[in-house]
């Protein structure tokens, strides 16, 4: 079960999700959404993690990501076992952006996974 944490900003307004392991970034995304509504940078990062390691070590993986997690992400991690995340903008920043959420809270999708 992945822990979703706020992390001191990054210095910089937008950055991509990476995927990190002891302090290397090991893959980062972003969102395609015309080419496919689905693929958020969140996924994007972990399928590009998948392309270059493989399947594996994702226990050891941090993900960090500008904006808070939305729910279909924060549950793409937790399927992948991904160890946790951290954000820089909580949602309440993201809707202020213009970038509609659904309103379902990352750590009510942790609290409801068994695993």
Known sequence: MPLV???PALGIPSA??????????MATGVNHPAENPILHG?????????????NRAWKDMILYTTGKLCS???ST??????GGAG????IDGIRKAGIEQ????????????PF
């Open 5 to 7: 944490q706020p992390v």
């Open 16 to 25: 991509p999700p990476s995927l990190g392991f002891q302090g290397k970034v």
């Open 42 to 54: 969140e996924k994007d990062g972990i399928n590009k993690y998948v392309q270059k390691y493989g």
């Open 72 to 74: 279909m992400c924060i």
């Open 77 to 82: 991690l937790i399927w992948a076992g991904v």
């Open 87 to 90: 954000y820089t903008s909580p």
């Open 102 to 113: 659904i309103g379902l809270p990352a750590r009510q999708v942790v609290e409801a996974s």
